[in-house]
Each structure stands twice: as structure tokens, then as C-alpha cells.
């Protein structure tokens, strides 16, 4: 069964750092997909970045970059110079390749509040 | 253009009425899904349905029925409504395919009370 862990239930962080929101996960799929989400207060669901398990290279999106450590599986996301407009919902999921397999598993969220 | 739009964005209704929410896509995606949101924030996926064809029913009460007419449309009907069907429902799509083009998109949530 698949798991996304979120441990950070909540972070600070001043305006124009850096922040890094951690992501584990579980699976015993060798195939499968990372993924990071924003939910602003608005509410609406906004992709940012991808990883798949094959790729080389770290994922990056302008400011958002993933930390993928495939022996740990982590999936980390880091945003640099952070905005007051970062402030929003956080989500990493999973999904699993192959056919009939085709869901996104979340995990708990973190809320990121960027102070001025 | 919005790519996915549900509707209604809002909905209040009374326990045990019947209720339908709608979502379509225009990004020629051929799998859709309905996910819940509940009060702490968890999204879970319902369903899923690939090419007008169910794929996942993840355990959801029988109330809950949805139906494709087609591989853009994907609607959620509820009956007999309960207080614990309060929730956030999302629409998504997303397309088959390698790597990033698997990435779901979302509608913008429809927020569902039931009182």
C-alpha cells in the first residue's frame, strides 16, 4: 500500500528564505510519480512540480526545486526566496504508474506562512 | 478557458435532499477523477474513471453515484444527503502518458454543507 508521510504540520518562515517542506513516502511500486501541490486560502488545487522514480535529475519549477533521495524515499520541496504569497496548503502525493493504478495518494499537508 | 470547471462552486443543502455536481474538462484528457477534502485538510480520491469507464470506487457509500457521458464530463450525484458528506469535492483530469504528462489537474473544489 502506498504512503505519503508529512511531518510538518505547520512552518514559519520570514519573507525571502528559503524553505524546504518535507515529503516521505512508501511504496513498493519501482514505477511511480512525485508530485507537489498548492492550496491557497482561495481553495483551488495548483500543480508546482513533478518527479518521476526514473528521472536523473532533481525537478525543478522557477522557485521550487525537489530534493528526490530515491534510497530514502524523500521528496522534498524547496522554495527559494520565499513571497508572502507562498503562504498556502502544501501537498506531496504519489501516484503509482501501470494500468488501473490511476490515483493520487496525498499526504496531510503543511501549512507554510510566510511572514513579512 | 478554464481547463477544469466544476459547478457549483457553492452548495447548501438539507439532510436527505438528492444533489448533483458537474465538472468538465477541455484539455482532452482521457481520465477523470472525484476527490473529498474533508474538515483537516485529507484528500482522498473516490473515483476515477478512464475513457468513460470506472476504474477505482474506493470504498464510497452506494449514495454516491457517478456518471461519464463522455471522456470530458464527469458528474457526481449524491442521495440522500447526510451531515458527514460535508466536505471540499474536486474534479480532476489527467491524461495517460509518460512522466509529467500524468499530472492531474484540478477544478476549483465544490464546498458542500449539509445542515
Known amino acids: ?116 | 478557458d478554464t481547463a477544469v470547471s466544476q459547478t457549483p462552486k457553492y452548495l447548501v443543502t438539507q439532510m436527505g435532499n438528492d444533489k448533483s455536481i458537474k465538472c468538465e474538462q477541455n484539455l482532452g484528457h482521457d481520465t477523470m477523477y472525484w476527490y473529498k477534502q474533508d474538515s483537516k485538510k485529507f484528500l482522498k480520491i473516490m473515483f476515477s474513471y478512464n475513457n468513460k469507464e470506472l476504474i477505482i470506487n474506493e470504498t464510497v457509500p452506494n449514495r454516491f453515484s457517478p456518471k461519464s457521458p463522455d471522456k470530458a464530463h464527469l458528474n457526481l450525484h449524491i442521495n440522500s444527503l447526510e451531515l458527514g458528506d460535508s466536505a471540499v469535492y474536486f474534479c480532476a483530469s489527467s491524461q495517460a502518458g509518460p512522466g509529467r504528462t500524468k499530472v492531474a489537474f484540478f477544478g476549483q473544489g465544490t464546498r458542500l454543507t449539509v445542515v
Open chain 1, 1 to 116: 500500500a502506498q504512503k505519503i508521510t508529512q511531518t510538518q504540520p505547520g512552518m514559519f518562515v520570514q519573507e525571502k528564505e528559503a524553505v524546504t517542506l518535507d515529503c516521505t513516502y512508501d511504496t513498493s511500486d519501482p514505477s511511480y510519480g512525485l508530485f507537489w501541490y498548492k492550496q491557497p486560502s482561495s481553495g483551488e488545487m495548483i500543480f508546482l512540480i513533478y518527479q518521476g522514480s526514473y528521472d536523473q535529475q532533481n525537478a525543478t519549477e522557477g522557485r521550487y526545486s525537489l530534493n528526490f533521495q530515491k534510497a530514502r524515499k524523500s521528496a522534498n520541496l524547496v522554495i527559494s526566496a520565499s513571497q508572502l504569497g507562498d503562504s498556502a496548503m502544501y501537498f506531496c502525493a504519489m501516484r503509482e504508474t501501470g494500468r488501473g493504478a490511476q490515483k493520487l495518494v496525498f499526504g496531510q499537508g503543511t501549512r507554510l506562512t510566510i511572514n513579512p
